[in-house]
């Protein structure tokens, strides 16, 4: 037994030995760091582990943050039209090339391609709202505020700001926060998921292509250790962080403890409202894309249809005859949703369909173990829609963050309006009616932070800003739009008194007000 034991170690490590680790990028160059310990980074539609991520120390992220400490003194002196041109360089870069940044996504999440390359979209968007920096950090000036006075405004740059980013979107959601705080004159330290790493690393290389000087963009990877060293450093100005709500609670406590800015967005627990007068074919389909899109792993995801009662059985069977369709497999193979991220977590949403039938739901599409395309052993989880779910069950009040679809029938608005309100979390929600007297209502009543009236998935555009209310967002911060250029940004005001000559050099504005 020993003897076997020993061997079969040995070919483990042996075949670890041949796989690939990405590294940490420090100052525009891959760093090893001086940690040894390191995580492994599966390919989800195989099941097997294609590569391995190196977890950083606590010295590490310190190299890190010096690094980009000592980048700042002149990336902020950086004149505007520089920056500028930079990003633009950055944009172009990004859109010829996105294929490729598409076939990381594809390989590390087990996202599809088409899904994969929607997500490079919606980052692009606000790489070209970042291109619009100086419109955004532009100061203000009142002209004589008293005689011979003058007061302006100006937007500085923070520091060294750290991003904490989540597995389900690696590439969009570093592109929501860093092409702003770069643009805006800061140094940037990001943390992107240990389980799907190499599309920071990919989009860190970009940037340096594109002309970013050396030390201004840097990627430390890491569990716990590295994040804690993150919210902990003295010279880190600003955290901004997306994932689940206990975590952005734990992020957002931790780093405003340590005197930083925090952008905290948690969790979801989307609502789907529609009313008896709704396009029923338009609203299966929404319910269908929204359920089930990129395996159903993001915060905006519908988990919920409130269906009114007289018209859930039609829904729910128009909603069943369209998953009836969908293809379950491998992203590279013209499917419409991959595999989860891990095989642990795939194992858990699969749980929840127990759960419901423990709690008197109707599973009306199973799942597990359906025919896929792809390696047996992948981390699959097919479809899934429950019917008639109590609201008291877990299945209804957990964040399942997979492709499980609930239907809670209401019997009208208001009651449909009462349980999205009542709930714990306010990210995104919808409501489908052809009524725009309830659909106003619904805008002006609904405690969600996103709203869509007929858009099952409400993410704003680049140009305005992306946030929850409630359990999904913690402090006051969103990302992007008007919101991530003035988070990223300190206002100094001054007020100004210059001597005039043609008066003998004495001021006669101050402190007299005229």
Same mark, same amino acid.
């Given at each position: 037994?020993?003897?076997?034991?020993?061997?079969?170690?040995?070919?483990?490590?042996?075949?670890?030995?041949?796989?690939?680790?990405?590294?940490?990028?420090?100052?525009?160059?891959?760093?090893?760091?001086?940690?040894?310990?390191?995580?492994?980074?599966?390919?989800?539609? &195989? #099941?097997? =582990?294609?590569?391995?991520?190196? *977890?950083?120390?606590? +010295?590490? %992220?310190? /190299?890190?943050?010096?690094?980009?400490?000592?980048?700042?003194?002149?990336?902020?002196?950086?004149?505007?039209?520089?920056?500028?041109?930079?990003?633009?360089?950055?944009?172009?870069?990004?859109?010829?090339?996105?294929?490729?940044?598409?076939?990381?996504?594809?390989?590390?999440?087990?996202?599809?391609?088409?899904?994969?390359?929607?997500?490079?979209?919606?980052?692009?968007?606000?790489?070209?709202?970042?291109?619009?920096?100086?419109?955004?950090?532009?100061?203000?000036?009142?002209?004589?505020?008293?005689?011979?006075?003058?007061?302006?405004?100006?937007?500085?740059? &923070? #520091?060294? =700001?750290?991003?904490?980013?989540? *597995?389900?979107?690696? +590439?969009? %959601?570093? /592109?929501?926060?860093?092409?702003?705080?770069?643009?805006?004159?800061?140094?940037?330290v990001l943390k992107p998921s240990e389980k799907d790493p190499?599309?920071?690393?990919?989009?860190?290389?970009?940037?340096?292509?594109?002309?970013?000087?050396?030390?201004?963009?840097?990627?430390?990877?890491?569990?716990?250790?590295?994040?804690?060293?993150?919210?902990?450093?003295?010279?880190?100005?600003?955290?901004?962080?997306?994932?689940?709500?206990?975590?952005?609670?734990?992020?957002?406590?931790?780093?405003?403890?340590?005197?930083?800015?925090?952008?905290?967005?948690?969790?979801?627990?989307?609502?789907?409202?529609?009313?008896?007068?709704?396009?029923?074919?338009? +609203?299966?389909?929404?319910?269908?894309?929204?359920?089930?899109?990129?395996?159903?792993?993001?915060?905006?995801?519908?988990?919920?249809?409130?269906?009114?009662?007289?018209?859930?059985?039609?829904?729910?069977?128009?909603?069943?005859?369209?998953?009836?369709?969908?293809?379950?497999?491998?992203?590279?193979?013209?499917?419409?949703?991959?595999?989860?991220?891990?095989?642990?977590?795939?194992?858990?949403?699969?749980?929840?369909?127990?759960?419901?039938?423990?709690?008197?739901?109707?599973?009306?599409?199973?799942?597990?173990?359906?025919?896929?395309?792809?390696?047996?052993?992948?981390?699959?989880?097919?479809?899934?829609?429950?019917?008639?779910?109590?609201?008291?069950?877990?299945?209804?009040?957990?964040?399942?963050?997979?492709?499980?679809?609930?239907?809670?029938?209401?019997?009208?608005?208001?009651?449909?309006?009462?349980?999205?309100?009542?709930?714990?979390?306010?990210?995104?929600?919808?409501?489908?009616?052809?009524?725009?007297?309830?659909?106003?209502?619904?805008?002006?009543?609904?405690?969600?932070?996103?709203?869509?009236?007929?858009?099952?998935?409400?993410?704003?555009?680049a140009y305005h800003s992306f946030g929850g209310w409630k359990?999904?967002?913690?402090?006051?911060?969103?990302?992007?739009?008007?919101?991530?250029?003035?988070?990223?940004?300190?206002?100094?005001?001054?007020?100004?008194?210059?001597?005039?000559?043609?008066?003998?050099?004495?001021?006669?504005?101050?402190?007299?007000?005229?």
């Open positions: 037994m020993t003897e076997t034991s020993t061997t079969t170690a040995d070919a483990g490590e042996a075949t670890r030995s041949q796989l690939a680790t990405v590294e940490h990028w420090i100052g525009g160059a891959s760093v090893s760091g001086e940690s040894d310990r390191t995580g492994p980074v599966y390919n989800p539609a &195989l #099941g097997t =582990v294609q590569k391995h991520v190196r *977890f950083a120390s606590v +010295a590490d %992220v310190d /190299l890190a943050v010096k690094t980009a400490e000592a980048a700042f003194a002149s990336w902020r002196d950086t004149s505007i039209a520089k920056r500028q041109q930079i990003m633009f360089a950055f944009r172009e870069l990004l859109n010829a090339r996105s294929p490729e940044l598409a076939a990381i996504l594809t390989s590390e999440h087990g996202k599809v391609l088409g899904d994969a390359a929607g997500e490079i979209a919606r980052g692009l968007e606000v790489v070209e709202l970042a291109c619009a920096m100086p419109g955004y950090t532009k100061g203000e000036y009142s002209e004589n505020v008293s005689t011979g006075i003058d007061v302006y405004t100006v937007r500085q740059p &923070l #520091g060294v =700001v750290g991003i904490i980013s989540p *597995f389900n979107f690696p +590439a969009m %959601v570093p /592109l929501w926060f860093f092409p702003i705080a770069i643009a805006s004159g800061n140094t940037v190499s599309a920071a690393i990919w989009l860190a290389k970009l940037m340096q292509e594109a002309g970013l000087p050396d030390g201004v963009f840097n990627v430390v990877h890491g569990d716990k250790v590295a994040v804690d060293a993150l919210l902990e450093h003295p010279t880190v100005r600003a955290i901004s962080f997306v994932g689940s709500t206990p975590i952005a609670k734990y992020i957002y406590e931790t780093a405003s403890a340590n005197g930083k800015r925090v952008q905290a967005l948690g969790g979801a627990k989307n609502h789907m409202l529609v009313l008896p007068d709704a396009d029923l074919d338009l +609203a299966a389909d929404a319910a269908v894309n929204a359920g089930f899109g990129s395996a159903g792993e993001r915060c905006m995801a519908v988990s919920v249809v409130l269906a009114v009662d007289s018209v859930a059985d039609a829904l729910v069977a128009k909603v069943r005859e369209r998953m009836s369709g969908l293809k379950t497999g491998d992203g590279t193979r013209g499917t419409d949703m991959g595999p989860l991220i891990t095989r642990e977590h795939r194992d858990k949403v699969a749980g929840y369909v127990d759960v419901a039938l423990e709690d008197g739901a109707d599973v009306v599409v199973d799942g597990r173990g359906i025919e896929i395309d792809g390696d047996p052993d992948g981390f699959w989880l097919g479809p899934t829609l429950v019917d008639k779910v109590p609201t008291s069950s877990a299945v209804y009040r957990d964040e399942i963050f997979g492709p499980v679809l609930s239907v809670v029938r209401v019997d009208g608005y208001e009651e449909g309006l009462g349980i999205i309100n009542a709930s714990r979390y306010g990210n995104g929600t919808a409501i489908f009616t052809n009524d725009g007297g309830a659909a106003r209502r619904f805008q002006r009543e609904v405690t969600v932070g996103m709203v869509g009236i007929n858009v099952p998935i409400p993410v704003p555009v359990d999904s967002l913690f402090g006051t911060s969103k990302s992007y739009g008007p919101h991530g250029f003035e988070f990223y940004t300190q206002e100094k005001a001054i007020t100004s008194r210059w001597l005039d000559p043609s008066h003998g050099g004495i001021n006669l504005g101050f402190p007299q007000h005229e």
